[in-house]
C-alpha cells in the first residue's frame, strides 16, 4: 500500500520549487549573491555559508496524468458510492455522512447492518449488485484485494468528527483516531479529548517531539501544537454544532 500509494504521489510533486544548495566560504558567498539566481543566504557559522538558488534548468518530467487519474477516479469513485448506492437503495433518514476521506466514508446508521436498510422493493436489485460495491464472503481472500471494493474499516457505537482528518471512533473494538499533524505516539488523546473540543468549540492542543539539526548539533525539541481543531473550512456548520451544510460560494 506505502509503495502503491508514494509512486502516485510523486508524479505530482511540484519540481518547480526545487532550488540548488550550496556551502561556501564568504569570497565564494560575494559571487554567488550576485548571480541572476540567486534566492537567499543563510550564516551558519564565521565562515560557512549556505546559499540558495534557483535552477538554471527545471525537466518538467514527470506524468502527472497518473496522479490526476489515481486522485479524480477515487473522487468519482466517492460519488458514485453517495449516488448510485447510498441514495439508490436506502432512504436518506436511515444514514448520515460523518466523516469522509479520499477513499474511505464513515456513515452514521439506524440499523446494525447496511443490508437491514436496503428498500423492500430493492432488495433483489441490490444483492445482485452487491458484487460490485462490496466484498463477498464467499471470496473475501480475493476480494479484500480487490481495487474499488468498499471494505469495513471500522465497526464500532460513535465516531466525533472534528474537521479533516480528525476524528475518534469508538465502541466494543479499540478506538480508532486520527489527529493529522500531531504525533498520536507521544499523545494519548481519549474520546473526552474530542468531546471537549464539540462542546467548548475551542481547539485542542498536543505534543510533537522530534530532532532538528541547530549549529551543526543535533538537537531534541518539543512543540505544542494545537492539533484538535474546531473550526471546519469546507462545509457550513449549523447551529446545532454538529450538521453541516454545502458552502454558498
Given at each position: 500500500?506505502?509503495?502503491?500509494?508514494?509512486?502516485y504521489?510523486k508524479?505530482?510533486?511540484?519540481?518547480k520549487?526545487h532550488?540548488d544548495?550550496?556551502?561556501c566560504?564568504?569570497t565564494?558567498?560575494?559571487?554567488?549573491i550576485n548571480s541572476?539566481?540567486?534566492?537567499s543566504?543563510?550564516h551558519?557559522?564565521e565562515?560557512v555559508?549556505?546559499i540558495?538558488s534557483?535552477?538554471k534548468?527545471?525537466?518538467?518530467?514527470l506524468?502527472?496524468q497518473?496522479?490526476?487519474?489515481v486522485?479524480n477516479m477515487?473522487?468519482?469513485?466517492?460519488?458514485?458510492?453517495a449516488?448510485d448506492?447510498l441514495?439508490?437503495?436506502i432512504?436518506p433518514?436511515?444514514?448520515?455522512?460523518?466523516?469522509?476521506?479520499t477513499?474511505?466514508?464513515?456513515?452514521?446508521l439506524?440499523g446494525?447492518?447496511l443490508?437491514?436498510l436496503?428498500?423492500t422493493?430493492?432488495r433483489?436489485?441490490?444483492?445482485?449488485n452487491?458484487?460490485k460495491?462490496?466484498?463477498?464472503p464467499?471470496r473475501?481472500?480475493?476480494?479484500r484485494?480487490?481495487?474499488?471494493?468498499?471494505k469495513?474499516?471500522?465497526k464500532?457505537e460513535?465516531i466525533?468528527?472534528?474537521?479533516?482528518?480528525?476524528?475518534?471512533?469508538f465502541?466494543?473494538?479499540a478506538?480508532?483516531?486520527?489527529c493529522?499533524?500531531?504525533?498520536k505516539?507521544?499523545?494519548t488523546?481519549q474520546?473526552?479529548?474530542?468531546?471537549?473540543?464539540?462542546e467548548n468549540?475551542?481547539?485542542?492542543?498536543?505534543i510533537?517531539?522530534?530532532?532538528?539539526?541547530?549549529?551543526h548539533?543535533?538537537?531534541t525539541y518539543e512543540?505544542?501544537?494545537y492539533?484538535l481543531?474546531?473550526?471546519?473550512?469546507?462545509?457550513?456548520?449549523?447551529?446545532?454544532?454538529?450538521s453541516?451544510r454545502p458552502l454558498?460560494i
Open positions: 500500500k506505502l509503495q502503491g500509494n508514494s509512486s504521489g508524479t505530482l510533486e511540484n519540481k520549487r532550488r544548495l550550496k556551502y566560504d564568504e565564494k558567498a560575494d559571487e554567488l541572476p539566481l540567486f534566492s543566504i543563510s551558519l557559522n565562515n555559508f549556505e540558495e534557483f535552477k534548468k527545471i525537466p518538467l518530467d506524468p502527472i497518473i496522479g490526476l487519474w486522485y477515487a473522487k468519482l469513485k466517492m460519488l458514485q458510492f449516488y448506492l441514495k439508490n437503495y432512504n433518514a436511515d444514514y448520515e455522512y460523518c466523516e469522509m476521506d477513499d474511505s466514508a464513515y456513515l452514521a439506524s446494525v447492518e443490508e437491514d436496503i428498500i422493493e430493492k433483489e436489485e441490490f444483492f445482485e452487491q458484487h460495491w462490496f466484498p463477498i464467499a473475501m481472500k480475493f476480494d484485494r480487490t481495487p474499488g471494493l468498499f469495513l474499516e471500522f464500532g460513535g466525533i468528527s472534528l474537521c479533516s482528518k480528525t476524528y475518534y471512533c465502541g466494543e473494538a478506538a480508532k483516531l486520527s493529522k499533524g500531531i504525533s505516539r507521544h499523545n488523546f474520546k473526552t479529548d474530542f468531546m471537549d473540543v464539540l468549540q475551542a481547539s485542542g492542543r498536543g510533537n517531539v522530534g530532532f532538528r539539526v541547530h549549529n548539533q543535533v538537537l512543540q505544542t501544537r492539533g481543531s474546531y473550526f471546519y473550512a469546507k462545509r457550513e456548520v449549523l447551529s446545532d454544532g454538529v453541516t454558498e
